[in-house]
């Protein structure tokens, strides 16, 4: 498969924070089928990246002790040529600055923002490093998608400082839904989470995984230690399932069964 188009304000690079790096290893790397390099601790702070089929397809971090009372969590980064500049933006949008531009020697800079709705979402300005290599494919990222109490100004943040073009999905009070580009050309999408989504639980992005089979990843993966969230439910996008890894950092995974696109837009 073609290596993932990146454009602009679309998701590039996801990555875990976790507080068990060997644990998080033994369990991605049994599911997914991944393996994993390890950066240099003085350029990179040890800094891990996990592969499928010898490409790039997420990253993985150690947490520090400063970082020990958050949970464990995937992260989704955005990407823009100016990670400065789009910072700013997002500040000045209503958004939150939890990490300024860092540079990423020979790699690119990294940031970290909280959207106007409380979301975290990482920003990526890439060097050599350009994105994941593999998409939607067994293994790799699937979908990207924020679960936004307030629906109405996420759609508007993510218009107004990543330049997204989005497309209605759908429009009832049942199922609000925007994607970032439309049809199978959508990169990412945005939910109402409203109804369900409790109130001591924040907006957030979530990671969605391909699978092959919804049912199988799961009964091996809690084999191993996750816990089932939601599901498993058929979709007109596949079937779908949110688990947890075994330290909590929350994920879901989907299997295409040839009844729509690739994106995910079930919670």
Same mark, same amino acid.
């Given at each position: ?27 991605? *790397?049994?599911?997914? &089928? ?11 702070? &040890? ?21 020990? &009372? ?5 992260? =989704? #980064? ?6 400065? $500049? ?5 500040? @000045? ?14 790699? &690119? ?22 994105? #994941? ?38 429009? !009832?009070?049942?199922?609000?839904? =925007? ?13 109402? $989470? !409203? ?8 907006? !957030?992005?979530?990671? #969605?995984?391909?699978? @092959?089979? =919804?049912?199988? =990843? ?6 191993? *230690? ?11 996008? *596949?079937?779908?399932?949110?688990? !947890? ?23």
């Amino acid at each position: 498969m073609p290596t993932p188009d990146h454009p602009n304000g679309a998701p590039c690079w996801i990555d875990l924070m976790t507080s068990d790096v060997a644990k998080a290893k033994a369990f991605y *790397g049994e599911l997914f &089928g991944w393996i994993f390099e390890t950066g240099d601790q003085e350029k990179y702070g &040890g800094y891990i990246t996990a592969l499928k089929n010898g490409k790039s397809v997420a990253g993985m971090m150690q947490k520090q002790e400063a970082q020990a &009372g958050f949970p464990d969590v995937w992260s =989704t #980064y955005l990407r823009t040529d100016d990670a400065r $500049a789009t910072v700013k933006s997002a500040a @000045e949008h209503g958004g939150q600055v939890h990490m300024e531009p860092m540079d990423v020697p020979g790699q &690119g800079s990294m940031a970290m923002v909280g959207d106007a709705t409380g979301a975290a979402v990482g920003i990526w300005q890439p060097g050599e490093m350009k994105g #994941y290599e593999l998409a939607a494919e067994p293994g790799t990222p699937a979908w990207h998608e924020l679960h936004a109490r307030d629906y109405a100004k996420a759609v508007k943040f993510y218009q107004d400082v990543f330049g997204w073009e989005t497309e209605v999905l759908s429009d !009832s009070p049942e199922f609000r839904y =925007t994607t970032l580009g439309a049809g199978d050309d959508a990169k990412a999408g945005i939910m109402d $989470a !409203s109804d369900y989504l409790p109130a001591e639980v924040p907006a !957030s992005w979530q990671v #969605y995984f391909a699978v @092959e089979d =919804t049912d199988a =990843t799961i009964e091996k993966a809690v084999a191993m *230690g996750a816990e089932v969230i939601d599901g498993p439910d058929d979709s007109p996008f *596949g079937r779908l399932a949110t688990l !947890s890894d075994p330290t909590g950092a929350m994920f879901k995974i989907v299997a295409d069964t040839g009844q729509g696109t690739e994106a995910a837009a079930d919670a």
